[in-house]
Each structure stands twice: as structure tokens, then as C-alpha cells.
């Protein structure tokens, strides 16, 4: 069945460096490919999407590149701020007839001073 | 525009108990979802209603059954509560249509059964 692959975690980088969290996929057909981000209490939010290959989503500064040759969507960001720190969450939509959403297991990141 | 809420934020129950937990879809969707998220992993599928059907389900027992009513908010209902169904439950709503739909998260219910 289809299912998502993501780094370990925790993550801890200095504010202001470069971030990039793998993630790779098994699917298929073409998925659509989200990354969503939990910070500490809450519910989850949609970071960005990209829903055909070579697409690149984008937002607040993340981005990320669907890439069907190498079944990958990496979360990179250039420069990461302490507001940043939340666990990231890389998961598909397949082809199914729902909208059935499958999640990796999240990558926590901490972002220090 | 109203955001998916979900009700009540936090529950304890003991094991053994039923519990049933709600879920107001965000305005103009007509399909609901729902995720069990236990502590330190992604959420899981539990099922899904479209038109007050169940058209979908992940690998869950029959203990946790769901409705969705005319309004399209839903309930997810747990029987027979286990230890193992400490959890947040998250509920996410979207607007079944042919491509791409989004869909939107609630806050979640956290769960703890004693």
C-alpha cells in the first residue's frame, strides 16, 4: 500500500541556518504530496503542497520540490527562526476514491537562539 | 469563513467506558475525516463520511464508528475503551469534487482513558 518515509528526528539547528528534512514516498500512480507542521499543543497545519511531478510548493520560506523519478519531497528552508520549531509532517493523498491522507511518522525540529 | 472545530478539546474516561467526539466541518465542505494521532507519531486513517456514508476506512475495529449528519458535522464514536486509545483524535474536513481537494484540520480532541 501506499505510504511516506521521513528523517528521523529530533532535529536541533541554529537560528539562521539551513534546514532540509527528507522525505520519500511509495504510491501509485501520482499522489498528491503535502508537508503539514504540529506546533506543541495544537492541531496541524498545511505548510505547502505540490500535486503533479516537478511542481514546487512554497510558503512562509519552506519549499519543497515533488520529484516522481526519485519518489522524494524534501522540506528545505534557507534560513530557520526559533518560531519554527514544531514537528513536520510529509504525507500523500494517492488515487484513491477519498481523501484518504497517509502521514509519515513527523520530524521534530528545534530551532535555539 | 468558519475553520473545523472539534469538541471538547480535552476528555478522560476510564477504560472499559464509550465516548463520543464532534466535529464541525469547515463551511462549504461535504466530506469528514478522521485521525487518530497517538503521542510521538503521524495520524492514522480511521474512516471518512461523504453524505452521510461511510466511503472509506483504515485498519480499525468496529468499536469506533462514526455519523455525519445533513449539516456535514460529524461524530466519531468509540466503544469499549482501551488503555492503547489514549490519543488526539483530528478530524479534517474538504470538499469532495474531482482533482485536487484540501483538506483542513481541527485542533483535536485529546483523549486519555485511564
Known amino acids: 500500500g501506499d505510504s511516506v518515509t521521513q528523517m528521523e528526528g529530533p532535529v536541533t539547528l541554529s537560528e539562521e541556518a539551513f534546514l532540509t528534512i527528507n522525505c520519500t514516498y511509495t504510491?501509485?500512480?501520482?499522489?498528491?504530496l503535502f508537508w503539514y507542521v504540529q506546533y506543541p499543543g495544537e492541531g496541524l497545519q498545511l505548510l505547502l503542497k505540490a500535486t503533479k511531478a516537478d511542481d514546487k510548493g512554497s510558503n512562509k520560506g519552506f519549499e519543497a520540490t515533488y520529484r516522481k523519478e526519485t519518489t522524494s519531497f524534501h522540506l528545505e528552508k534557507g534560513s530557520v527562526q526559533v518560531s519554527d520549531s514544531a514537528v513536520y509532517f510529509c504525507?500523500?493523498?494517492?488515487?484513491?476514491?477519498?481523501?484518504?491522507?497517509?502521514f509519515g511518522p513527523g520530524t521534530s525540529l528545534s530551532v535555539i537562539p | 469563513e468558519t475553520g473545523v472545530t472539534q469538541s471538547p478539546t480535552h476528555l478522560i474516561k476510564t477504560r472499559g467506558q464509550q465516548v463520543t467526539l464532534r466535529c464541525s466541518s469547515q463551511?462549504?465542505?461535504?466530506?469528514v475525516s478522521w485521525y487518530q494521532q497517538a503521542l510521538g507519531q503521524g495520524p492514522q486513517f480511521i474512516f471518512q463520511?461523504?453524505?452521510?456514508?461511510?466511503?472509506g476506512r483504515g485498519n480499525f475495529p468496529p468499536r469506533f464508528s462514526g455519523l455525519q449528519f445533513p449539516n456535514y458535522s460529524s461524530e466519531l464514536n468509540v466503544n469499549a475503551l482501551e488503555l492503547d486509545d489514549s490519543a488526539l483524535y483530528l478530524c479534517?474536513?474538504?470538499?469532495?469534487?474531482?482533482?485536487?481537494?484540501?483538506?483542513?484540520f481541527g485542533q483535536g480532541t485529546r483523549l486519555t482513558v485511564v
Open positions: 463551511s462549504g465542505h461535504n466530506t
Open positions: 504510491a501509485t500512480g501520482y499522489p498528491s
Open positions: 479534517a474536513s474538504s470538499l469532495a469534487r474531482k482533482g485536487n481537494t484540501e483538506a483542513f
Open positions: 504525507a500523500l493523498r494517492g488515487v484513491t476514491s477519498y481523501d484518504k491522507v497517509i
Open positions: 463520511y461523504y453524505r452521510e456514508e461511510e466511503n
